[in-house]
């Protein structure tokens, strides 16, 4: 067992808009230990909607007795600025004020996410990540991280996730902001505002994290003569439902913003330059039926980082493969790691 950790960084955070927080806290949790040698570092960066504790939402990948276990490496998991599990975000109080930011709290950028996992990663003390790992969101992360600190990174292992978001994605996100945006309680001051709209807006979401075939799969009906109370239509009220229990809707909001935003290429050269900065040992996977993140922009991440490896994966679950499918994704990035042990070995032979 883990439990919730805060760093509380006492600087004044800039962010990458220039816009200026304070009191900025970061929620993490850690699983083994740091080995005398400090090479045994696991970081994990999270999705959208998931939390710190990777042990829960990656079950099959990392867990007591899968591939990243907490007796082998120390896995580290940072709840990213925005979301609403322990991190500063739109329902924190504003130190300036005193009352919580809501819609005041300042827009934020993948990069300004990257960078606050090298905060954390200072504050603990770790100057090498043996392996960094996220998929969609967190992929974008951990992209952003590999070339901002290029050094720091051994392996890197982005799944389900791209360079560039987008107009596809961004189009998605927008339409379930509208649909919050509709909730006339989203700019009442408070807490649970926006929760109907963020309903809808999970509904919406849904259909861009699944396929065709996973809903016809298992939510078909099994008799000829319903008209109404689908099945299909039960399931997107309940996961709706199930979202607002759990999450806000100021930080679904501002967390797909910073979707948005992720471009590689942004103040750089180009996107390739960016990615060409990336010394990391790479592992791109792809869900060669995702909708969201197509399997053409896996391939452009492993068609400009040098030497990276890329793998697809076939799941009926489209986007969300990238959670579920944790048997081949064990089996695929624990070839890469056992192959990337022996071209250090092969490189300090030559050496050495």
Same mark, same amino acid.
């Given at each position: 067992?883990?439990?919730?950790?805060?760093?509380?960084?006492?600087?004044? =955070?800039?962010?990458?808009?220039?816009?200026?927080?304070?009191?900025?806290?970061?929620?993490?949790?850690?699983?083994?230990?740091?080995?005398?040698?400090?090479?045994?570092?696991?970081?994990?960066?999270?999705?959208?909607?998931?939390?710190?504790?990777?042990?829960?939402?990656?079950?099959?990948?990392?867990?007591?007795?899968?591939?990243?276990?907490?007796?082998?490496?120390?896995?580290?998991?940072?709840?990213?600025?925005?979301?609403?599990?322990?991190?500063?975000?739109?329902?924190?109080?504003?130190?300036?004020?005193?009352?919580?930011?809501?819609?005041?709290?300042?827009?934020?950028?993948?990069?300004?996410?990257?960078?606050?996992?090298?905060?954390?990663?200072?504050?603990?003390?770790?100057?090498?990540?043996?392996?960094?790992?996220?998929?969609?969101?967190?992929?974008?992360?951990?992209?952003?991280?590999?070339?901002?600190?290029?050094?720091?990174?051994?392996?890197?292992?982005?799944?389900?996730?791209?360079?560039?978001?987008?107009?596809?994605?961004?189009?998605?996100?927008?339409?379930?902001?509208?649909?919050?945006?509709?909730?006339?309680?989203?700019?009442?001051?408070?807490?649970?505002?926006?929760?109907?709209?963020?309903?809808?807006?999970?509904?919406?979401?849904?259909?861009?994290?699944?396929?065709?075939?996973?809903?016809?799969?298992?939510?078909?009906?099994?008799?000829?003569?319903?008209?109404?109370?689908?099945?299909?239509?039960?399931?997107?009220?309940?996961?709706?439902?199930?979202?607002?229990?759990?999450?806000?809707?100021?930080?679904?909001?501002?967390?797909?913003?910073?979707?948005?935003?992720?471009?590689?290429?942004?103040?750089?050269?180009?996107?390739?330059?960016?990615?060409?900065?990336?010394?990391?040992?790479?592992?791109?996977?792809?869900?060669?039926?995702?909708?969201?993140?197509?399997?053409?922009?896996?391939?452009?991440?492993?068609?400009?980082?040098?030497?990276?490896?890329?793998?697809?994966?076939?799941?009926?679950?489209?986007?969300?493969? =990238?959670?579920?499918?944790?048997?081949?994704?064990?089996?695929?990035?624990?070839?890469?790691?056992?192959?990337?042990?022996?071209?250090?070995?092969?490189?300090?032979?030559?050496?050495?």
């Amino acid at each position: 067992m883990s439990t919730i950790n805060t760093y509380s960084y006492q600087k004044i =955070f800039k962010l990458e808009s220039g816009k200026k927080l304070r009191g900025l806290e970061i929620a993490y949790q850690t699983f083994g230990k740091l080995n005398a040698k400090k090479d045994n570092v696991v970081w994990a960066c999270h999705a959208l909607t998931a939390n710190s504790d990777v042990l829960d939402w990656w079950k099959g990948l990392f867990g007591n007795n899968d591939l990243f276990n907490p007796k082998d490496h120390f896995i580290v998991c940072a709840n990213i600025i925005g979301s609403n599990y322990g991190s500063t975000n739109p329902l924190s109080i504003n130190p300036v004020n005193g009352l919580p930011f809501y819609l005041s709290f300042p827009e934020f950028t993948v990069r300004d996410l990257a960078k606050i996992h090298g905060l954390l990663a200072n504050h603990l003390a770790i100057d090498r990540i043996k392996v960094l790992i996220g998929g969609s969101l967190g992929g974008q992360q951990a992209l952003e991280w590999a070339i901002n600190d290029p050094s720091k990174i051994e392996n890197l292992i982005v799944v389900a996730t791209n360079a560039v978001h987008s107009p596809w994605g961004i189009a998605f996100n927008e339409s379930q902001r509208l649909a919050i945006s509709t909730d006339r309680t989203f700019y009442a001051q408070k807490a649970t505002g926006g929760l109907k709209g963020l309903k809808v807006a999970r509904s919406i979401a849904l259909l861009s994290y699944r396929t065709y075939d996973a809903y016809a799969s298992t939510q078909l009906e099994t008799v000829n003569d319903k008209t109404t109370n689908f099945r299909a239509a039960s399931y997107q009220s309940y996961q709706g439902e199930k979202l607002c229990k759990r999450f806000n809707a100021y930080s679904y909001w501002y967390l797909t913003k910073a979707m948005d935003s992720h471009n590689v290429g942004r103040g750089r050269k180009s996107v390739s330059d960016a990615l060409a900065a990336i010394k990391a040992n790479t592992l791109v996977i792809g869900v060669e039926n995702d909708v969201l993140f197509p399997i053409a922009e896996q391939q452009f991440l492993s068609n400009n980082i040098k030497d990276a490896t890329f793998h697809q994966i076939i799941s009926a679950y489209g986007h969300d493969g =990238f959670l579920i499918e944790t048997d081949m994704l064990t089996k695929i990035i624990g070839n890469f790691l056992k192959a990337s042990v022996n071209k250090k070995i092969i490189k300090f032979q030559k050496t050495g």
